[in-house]
T-cell receptor, first 113, second 114 residues
């Protein structure tokens, strides 16, 4: 089945700097890659996603890139703000079940004011 | 529009007791997912439903766990008997046909089994 690895596990940046979180997946047939943000005491919130027919997608300060050949995808946050501090999860759609998402282990992002 | 609603938000119970977690998906959504989150295992899919029918329950840990969806607006996850290793945060998520990859999560139920 699908396996998703996420790095780094923790990331500390200065406010205004950029943050990059990387994920790799194992199943070359996977075609959907969402990113979720989880704040303390809350459920994961979908912030951006990308499908395998697209190489890059942007939404204001966040962007996701996908390299199908290398089977990795990344989340880029520019001009980070303290409210970006949270745990971020990547995921990939497992092909053994149409709507099953396999999640990475999470990255705790701390934006220092 | 209300998001996914889960109850209770916190549950503390003793080992051996029955626990029932409840979920109300977003109105109009026809997919419902139950996840468990722990430090050791991360976020794991337990089961998901489409149009109230269980589609994939391969993540349900053992027979002590059961899930039902009697109608489009309500689902339960039951643990009987509960064990300390069941302590975790349980999330419900829903999505709609056409965008079924986009899952919207509830606030979760933090379960502690002593």
């Amino acid at each position: 089945g699908e396996n998703v690895e996420q790095h780094p596990s923790t990331l500390s940046v200065q406010e205004g700097d950029s943050a990059v979180i990387k994920c790799t997946y194992s199943d070359s047939a996977s075609n959907y890659f969402p990113w979720y943000k989880q704040e303390l005491g809350k459920g994961p919130q979908l912030i951006i996603d990308i499908r395998s027919n697209v190489g890059e997608k942007k939404d204001q300060r966040i962007a996701v890139t996908l390299n199908k050949t290398a089977k990795h995808f990344s989340l880029h946050i520019t001009e980070t703000q303290p409210e970006d501090s949270a745990v971020y999860f990547c995921a990939a759609r497992g092909v053994d079940s149409s709507y099953k998402l396999i999640f990475g282990s999470g990255t705790r992002l701390l934006v220092r004011p | 529009d209300a998001g996914v609603i889960q109850s209770p938000r916190h549950e503390v119970t003793e080992m051996g007791q029955e626990v029932t977690l409840r979920c109300k998906p977003i109105s109009g959504h026809d997919y419902l997912f139950w996840y468990r989150q722990t430090m050791m295992r991360g976020l794991e899919l337990l089961i998901y439903f489409n149009n109230n029918v269980p589609i994939d329950d391969s993540g349900m840990p053992e027979d002590r766990f059961s899930a039902k969806m009697p109608n489009a607006s309500f689902s339960t996850l039951k643990i009987q008997p509960s064990e300390p290793r069941d302590s975790a945060v349980y999330f419900c998520a829903s999505s709609v046909r056409g965008t079924a990859y986009e899952q919207y999560f509830g606030p979760g139920t933090r379960l502690t089994v002593t």
